[in-house]
């Protein structure tokens, strides 16, 4: 018997019996393949966690590996994506990791009907995944950082800095935090990401690396300046939330946070109640420029440009 | 400045300009997205590499890294698909070895012309890479493991044992032993895979576990028995080669040796002669049962199961 063989049949195939109607052929052959028919676009990103980089060692590693797929599937949300395909790779230490690391995939694999399509699993000093995803979107509509237009307002789905806060309290011996499973179990936007793909929006992406990091990439990719206040930035719910506790860091915490997977986006001003109805936060505005600024009653606010880098 | 996405950019992004003609978003948003034209079926495999798991701690990086991409196209040969994308998760030490991983990446995909249509680079305590590749072939002519028939002939596209006997020059210490390049740089049937297709066979995986392995791969999901004749497989050209070196081992080396990335299949009888023309090995003969056999003189030899194992 040939046990890595066993593992991914007994661990993965059983386990995750969902095959989406567009596959032609799933797991368990070299390669697995899709017939997208016309009218829409096939949509993929891929995305990797590694042990002791993307979580502390004493995370549970089914928690640490299903927020890697959520990360992953936040990616889909952004671009206004249907998720269903999902292709593993899991590198793991021993037996043990895998097992646990298959547990917290399969659980996410089927709390959004997803297909298990490929993948494999191999043993490595470090435990680690890497998720693909792949979703479907109709033709010609998917949402890209490159469309935000001059004029528009600036919107959030979902909230910021709670992830690190949770971050935070488990690194510091708080493990049962007030914030800890906004850490361990991210919430992908991907109703929100269909919704606002619906609506017409153009321009999203997912925060990941801190609010005001991915706005840069907005910005830069779009050509145009990103202006967010503060005053509408303290409205956030999590702001509230933080401030209760981290006083006046709360502020930073969301503008620097990270691994936040809201929606940052941008609408033309005609949108504005259609948005405030679905729960969307105005954060600010884009007018001509190339930069990402923080404003304060009207003035230049400085702020140290910030975000998580690899290699720095 | 963030290093980060300035070394995606440097690294990667400007080193590799090639955009497919059904890519309608590339890389540098969340995801890529793809528009697949009616006639065709996407088809897209994932495999991983892991230092002192994959490749010998000595192998210089860009080598390992090349390794990793060659043989994951290696998976949409077996397809008969035309390779056209690549998504990458490359985990690396430093700043060094991602240099060095992306020069590797970089090579090859100049080589095939692929988009690097998406990825991301993150630190990690071991050097690592997953590479998830993209293909396309005419609907419903995917070659597939699981469409051997009764009465097939078994088939070789490539070489076995070569790399094999590579990987222990190199540990050995015979770092430009003869064999060495088979180990470094395999060679993915692509053009072998299309052709194949274009022949009408149907029946197709690469051989990455050692023959006989994956050999059973076929033999469980096709529901045959797989039976090799040795008087056949001593005729393949690696192993005269092998046999020069190895003596009687040459022949285990065939058999189990590994990441050889030939391309086993099967055809119905009447392919023979065009299956000679192209230079592909008789190697046996497919028939009722279920398991994997070797033959010699018409009589059964048995042989220990082998091939590479990660939990075993």
Redesign the interface.
Known sequence: M???FD?ISRLFRQRVPFQHAFT??GN???????????GF????????A?E???WPNDTPLDIAASRAVLAALS??A??G?EPAWV???V??K??AA?ESMSQGIVRVCHEHQLEL??????????N?L?V?V?GL?P??L?M???LAQNNDEIWLMGELGLSAAGLMQWQTNHKTGCFVHHFQKPTPQLKAGITLRKMGIQCC??VSDGLL?DASHISK?SQVAMCFETEKIQKIASYQQLQAIHGSHALELILHGGEDYALLFTATQDKHQQLLAIGAYPLGYCKQGHEVKLMSHGEEVKFK?Q??????
């Open positions: 040939n046990h890595e593992a032609t052929l368990g052959d070299d390669a697995s393949a899709h017939d997208i028919p016309e676009e096939f949509v993929i990103s891929t995305d990797t590694v002791s980089i993307h990616d889909l952004a671009m994506a292709w593993l790779a590198m793991a021993d037996t895998l399509a490929g993948g494999d699993t191999v043993r490595s000093p470090t680690a890497n693909t792949g979107v033709k010609g998917t890209q950082r490159s992406l997912d990091q990719a440009h975000g998580y880098d690899h290699f720095a």
